[in-house]
């Protein structure tokens, strides 16, 4: 049972264009979400975070959106650069939980 | 300055050895876990410790057994290794539980079973 799921494996942006990468969760007991990045043979790098107290959080070019109601948190990269080009991965905990669910992960392209 | 530094990065070696990987965080962290990616890319929770204490331990087979000599490692024994094994295995770290923060992890072990 996936209670993270992001459902597009793969996106491609032009350069200096929006990226959009959204993720859908199951458990409504998720109070943290967070995005991370990950390039070939490296571990994942963390982004960005958001509580279920708020429903936006920016840092640069980088924000994260929560709708509860929804079940779905999206991450939003303006303007997209080459060196965004990576695997994102969401990933969500309940407090208490003591642990991080992943989704699968979507592969970003930028093109130049 | 790696602030996650696992050993080794890359490890082959045949069914039915028995093999260790270890971990250790110069962050400060009172948290640190184990997770694994399997062929599908997901990534998975198997242990988290804190302090030196065991808090999960995720359903995974007691042929994994994770030792803890102080905060800052964290070290994952294997035995008898079976060729389901293979995966890159990544250990992390956060400064309390995830609850409100961050993991930080290291660039991984992948672990190939002939």
């Known amino acids: 049972d996936q209670q993270v799921k992001q459902n597009s494996p793969s996106l491609s942006v032009q350069e200096g264009r929006i990226s959009i990468l959204n993720c859908d969760y199951t458990?409504?007991?998720?109070?943290?979400f967070l995005w991370y990045k990950k390039y070939p043979a490296e571990g994942p790098t963390f982004l960005i975070s958001i509580s279920s107290i708020k429903d936006k959080n920016e840092d640069g070019r980088f924000t994260v959106f929560l709708n509860k109601s929804a079940k779905h948190l999206s991450l939003h990269i303006v303007p997209s650069q080459p060196g965004d080009s990576a695997v994102y991965f969401c990933?969500?905990?309940?407090?208490?939980?003591?642990?991080?669910?992943f989704g699968q992960g979507t592969r970003l392209t930028i093109n130049p | 300055d790696t602030a996650v530094s696992q050993t080794p990065k890359y490890l082959v070696t045949q069914m039915g050895n028995d093999k260790s990987i270890k971990c250790e965080q110069n962050l400060g962290h009172d948290t640190m876990y184990w997770y694994k990616q399997d062929s599908k890319k997901f990534l998975k929770i198997m242990f988290s410790y804190n302090n030196k204490e065991l808090i999960i331990n995720e359903t995974v087979p007691n042929r994994f057994s994770p030792k803890s000599p102080d905060k800052a490692h964290l070290n994952l024994h294997i035995n008898s290794l079976e060729l389901g094994d293979s995966a890159v295995y990544f250990c992390a770290s956060s400064l309390r539980g995830p609850e409100g923060q961050p993991q930080h992890f290291g660039d991984g072990t992948r672990l190939s079973i002939l």
């Open positions: 990933a969500a905990s309940a407090w208490g939980a003591q642990k991080l669910v």
């Open positions: 458990n409504s007991m998720f109070d943290y």
